[in-house]
Structures are given as structure tokens and as C-alpha cells.
């Protein structure tokens, strides 16, 4: 099993769609996680941290289930702008005491139509 | 925005040649990480360093060597290119705070070998 994976996409909506993304991770000592965003042939960028209660960001909301292993990104009432690829990304504890190494998933691909 | 930098952008060059890739960040990050990505694939992590003198391979077996002799500056070296090392490499920086951990990236270099 993969230690991040994410829904396989590509997403093909509509402007104005509320689309979600899910992602899980095998390893239940993760301590953060996170969800990037990148644009066709850019660097990673940090879109928005994953916090246990829940955050939202605008029109992004991100959401956590420790128990099940589970983070979720909700993007409503997209936007043409929206289009990228949306990378999972966990930091997962690594062999050594104390360290941790980010883990990023495949990503999925959205794409928001006219 | 993250104060990281790769240069050259975009890199075209002959079969068996020597090249290095060069990274630097300015804000003082102990830990830099090496990369690479085709278009539309994940990411993969090659090479990364947590301090000066410190460098270990990633996930991806890689021909490629890293140095970290100064902790701004993380080069990349392929002795002898070959095709199959044409791809993006991403080069990243970040801090530790706990268990918290942000990557910021360079915009890349776009390596293709003839």
C-alpha cells in the first residue's frame, strides 16, 4: 500500500462546481499534513495546511480524519484559475528518533471548464 | 514569497556531458531536498540534506550526486547525461517547526539531454 494516495482524476467541472479531492495515508503516526497546488509545468506551491478541527481558506476547505486516516480538500464555487493538480502531502515519520520526511502523493488533476 | 533559486530554467545538452544544477535559498533552511519530475507524474525525491555535510538518497534511485558544503547552497551533478535524464528537477527548502514541516520550491530546471 501506498503511504499517500490520492482519488486517481482527472476532474472535468464546471465553473461554479464545488469539487472535493480525497487523500489517505497508511502511516497513523503522520503528524501534519498538507495539500500544494501545481500549476502545468510549475513548482509545488503550499495551498493550505490540514489541521484536525477542520480549516477553511475562502473557498477551500480542508478537512481531517486521524481515525480513518483521511484528509479531504473542498474547493466550492470553482474558478477557471482553479485548474492545476492538487498534491496530498504527509509528514510521516522516518527511521530515526524524531524525524520525519514530507510524503507527497501522486496528485489529481482538476480541470474547470467554461 | 520563499527566497529559493535554480538556475539554469531550462537546460539542452549533448549525451555524456557534465552538468550541475544549481540550488540556493537565503533563508538559512537546514533542510534542502532534490526532485524529479516528468510531465504529468509525481514527484520523486532523489537526494536530501539536513545541514551542512549532511547528504543522504531518496526514493528514487538516481545517478546524479549532491554536495552540501554551505548551508545555502545545494548542487546537483551528473558526471555523464544521458536521455534518460531528461526531466524537471525541483530543488526545496524548509523549516522544521515540531512536526510541522513547509517546503518551499525553486521554479525548477528543465533538463533535456539529446
Known amino acids: 500500500r501506498k503511504e499517500v494516495e490520492q482519488d486517481p482524476g482527472p476532474f472535468n467541472v464546471p465553473e461554479g462546481a464545488t469539487v472535493a479531492f480525497n487523500c489517505t495515508y497508511s502511516?497513523?503516526?503522520?503528524?501534519?499534513f498538507f495539500w500544494y497546488r501545481q500549476d502545468c509545468r510549475k513548482e509545488p506551491k503550499l495551498l493550505m495546511s490540514?489541521?484536525?478541527s477542520g480549516n477553511e481558506d475562502g473557498r477551500f476547505t480542508a478537512q481531517l480524519n486521524r481515525a480513518s486516516q483521511y484528509i479531504s480538500l473542498l474547493i466550492r464555487d470553482s474558478k477557471l484559475s482553479d485548474s492545476a493538480t492538487y498534491l496530498c502531502?504527509?509528514?510521516?515519520?522516518?527511521?530515526?528518533?524524531?524525524?520525519?520526511?514530507?510524503?507527497f502523493g501522486k496528485g489529481t488533476k482538476l480541470s474547470v471548464i467554461p | 514569497e520563499a527566497d529559493i533559486y535554480q538556475t539554469p530554467r531550462y537546460l539542452v545538452i549533448g549525451t555524456g556531458k557534465k552538468i550541475t544544477l544549481e540550488c540556493s535559498q537565503t533563508m538559512g533552511h537546514d533542510k534542502m531536498y532534490w526532485y524529479q519530475q516528468d510531465p504529468g507524474m509525481e514527484l520523486h525525491l532523489i537526494h536530501y540534506s539536513y545541514g551542512v555535510n549532511s547528504t543522504e538518497k531518496g526514493d528514487l534511485s538516481s545517478e546524479s550526486t549532491v554536495s552540501r558544503i554551505r548551508t545555502e547552497h545545494f548542487p546537483l551533478t551528473l558526471e555523464s547525461a544521458r536521455p534518460s535524464h531528461t526531466s524537471q528537477y525541483l530543488c526545496a527548502s524548509s523549516a522544521q517547526q515540531g512536526a510541522t514541516e513547509k517546503l518551499f520550491f525553486g521554479s525548477g530546471t528543465q533538463l533535456s539531454v539529446l
Open positions: 502511516n497513523s503516526a503522520s503528524q501534519s
Open positions: 502531502v504527509v509528514n510521516t515519520p522516518y527511521s530515526g528518533a524524531g524525524s520525519y520526511q514530507l510524503t
Open positions: 490540514v489541521y484536525s
